[in-house]
């Protein structure tokens, strides 16, 4: 019975909550009433089995819920008369006449394009497209964003509160619309990705294959729409190689496995030819290459060799010196410090990461790697309490598994 709403939930959440905001133009009152029909569904179905359309039953139970919701507030009269008229359509689900499906044919991609409106900054339209259409929580976006959680959600509320006080529509994009949008639906599905191949929180597996799935296939969807935008190909490309080498991530205890550690012939190599193939093609193609092809062309150096002894790490920091000139962000040069510890060693490695203290201190991967680098130069009590700070921040049960055997063996 929870699978069946939890399917229903992955499923249905995202166009149920567009299509409550579209229809009553208040994105709180959408969520709120998407929200107790779910509630409503884990009282009932139980008890009275699962409906035979659980998307009509939750589609209709949320239209009900808003319903009663506006009937409460004195102060929306017109929303009142207005979801009176509504609620005599035949079943919600399917008696409205379908909006005109513009230029994509896909639901959940529509809907992400359609909140990834460029009338907000980016980060608000990220997080928000995040929230309402990505189905991840505020504390996993915050997590995504390295920012507090009620800082995220004052976010989030601001964006709605944008969205209605500048009364910008819930519009299907035409086709000329897409360029303006797609750095913010390739944002949007690039964290889905992470949260699906590594999960931030406690409370979920440490690897969540449905979202990663889920990002790969929409963005396979946007290349189709824009097969000359290098960004959606090197999105691809880095989604593609990094799930080849979800196999070997977790292993059999629970416990992380470092790229280093990993077993490469469980990799996929079907993905992986794909993904080289895409990152290729844009080198040939002679045009400057964007985050994401850099991101995937550093990916590409690490599948391309069967053992992490054979890395061209010199090739991998030539590409983050690259990336840095156009994302100069403190997660990139943490990344980059990797690189160059395998370069240069440990000490140059060290002191890039100190740097990097006031910016990151909240970021367990930051103590993390400060204490392997630690570790390597045989400092062994800092090391140690690296680690523990890297434990304390980090939401991942693999992760944490592995970082304490880490920490342990130290001794």
Same mark, same amino acid.
């Given at each position: ?19 409550? +905001? ?15 029909? #779910?509630?409503?569904?884990?009282? !009932? ?22 319903? /009663? ?7 929306? /009269?017109?929303?009142? =008369?207005?979801?009176?008229? %509504? $609620?005599?359509?035949?079943? #919600? ?7 005109? %499906? ?5 639901? =959940?991609?529509? %809907? ?32 995504? #964003? ?20 500048? @009364? ?7 086709? @000329? ?19 699906? *191949? ?12 449905? %979202? ?33 080498? =979800? ?37 040939? $193609? ?5 985050? *994401? ?14 053992? +992490? ?19 100069? $962000? ?5 990344? !980059? ?25 909240? *970021?367990? +991967? #930051? ?7 630690? !570790? ?6 800092? $090391?140690?309490?690296?680690?523990? @700070? ?17 920490? /342990?063996?130290?001794?």
């Amino acid at each position: 019975m929870n699978d069946a709403i939890a399917r229903a939930h992955q499923e249905q959440w995202a166009r149920l909550v567009a299509t409550l +905001a579209r229809r009553y133009r208040d994105l709180d009152l959408a969520e709120e009433a998407a929200a107790e029909a #779910f509630a409503t569904a884990v009282e !009932r179905w139980p008890l009275d089995g699962v409906p035979p359309n659980p998307g009509g039953w939750l589609t209709t139970t949320a239209h009900r819920k808003a319903i /009663d919701r506006i009937r409460r507030e004195n102060k929306r /009269d017109d929303k009142h =008369r207005e979801a009176l008229v %509504l $609620s005599g359509l035949t079943g #919600f689900s399917d008696g409205t006449p379908p909006e005109p %499906l513009g230029a994509i044919d896909d639901d =959940r991609l529509r %809907l992400i394009f359609t909140c990834c409106h460029p009338a907000l900054g980016m980060e608000a339209r990220v997080a928000l497209t995040l929230r309402m259409v990505g189905g991840l929580t505020v504390p996993e976006i915050a997590r995504a #964003f390295l920012v507090q959680e009620a800082a995220m959600g004052q976010r989030i509320t601001r964006a709605k509160a944008k969205i209605a006080a500048a @009364r910008i529509p819930y519009r299907v994009p035409s086709a @000329r619309d897409l360029p303006a949008r797609t750095s913010g639906v390739l944002a949007v599905l690039f964290l889905v990705f992470n949260e699906g *191949y590594l999960a931030t929180g406690p409370g979920t597996d440490p690897v969540r294959p449905h %979202l990663t799935a889920e990002a790969i296939r929409l963005t396979r969807l946007i290349r189709t729409l824009l097969p000359e935008d290098g960004e959606v190909a090197g999105l691809l490309a880095l989604m593609l190689l990094t799930e080849a080498r =979800r196999p070997a991530r977790v292993s059999a205890d629970g416990s992380l496995v470092v790229l280093a550690e990993q077993d490469r012939d469980a990799w996929d190599d079907t993905l992986i030819a794909e993904g080289h193939q895409l990152v290729r093609e844009r080198l040939a $193609s002679g045009i400057a290459p964007g985050r *994401y092809q850099l991101l995937a062309a550093i990916n590409a150096v690490h599948t391309d060799a069967r053992d +992490a002894r054979a890395t061209d790490w010199s090739q991998v920091v030539a590409l983050y010196d690259q990336l840095v000139r156009l994302d100069p $962000s403190p997660i990139v040069a943490l990344n !980059r410090a990797v690189a160059v510890a395998e370069v240069d060693g440990p000490d140059t490695a060290l002191a890039a990461v100190d740097r990097l203290g006031d910016a990151l201190d909240g *970021y367990h +991967a #930051f103590h993390a790697t400060r204490a392997e680098l630690l !570790r390597r130069l045989d400092r062994r009590v800092e $090391s140690r309490a690296a680690y523990d @700070r890297a434990i304390a921040l980090a939401g991942n049960t693999a992760e944490t598994a592995y970082l304490s055997r880490r920490r /342990d063996e130290l001794g």
